[in-house]
């Protein structure tokens, strides 16, 4: 990954390992997703609520991300997966943010 918007979950030259959401399956606050946003193309970011049925309200974890009343609501079918690994210089780790 690249940018600062994620740390200190998520550092520049970071590699995340993903995991598809099961049917049915949806993010709860506090899940790093990766995302396909419709200008910003793949970006990961932090589900900070639900917003409507469906569509899901974004933040960064560091003050340098983009505001989510700039990056918009993301649809359920835009999620991709979870992330789930963090693969950087200092190792491998897990991710939970909450």
Known sequence: MSGLSMAPAL????????????????PSPGTIV??????????IKLVDQEAKSGRFR???????????????DAELQDIIGRAVLRIGRHGVSRLRVS
């Open 58 to 72: 974004l933040r960064g974890v560091s003050a340098l991300s983009t505001d989510s009343r700039h990056l918009g």
């Open 11 to 26: 550092e520049d030259g970071d590699f995340v390992l993903f995991r598809r959401f099961s049917p049915g399956e949806r």
């Open 34 to 43: 990766i995302v396909r946003h419709r200008r910003l193309g793949t970006i």
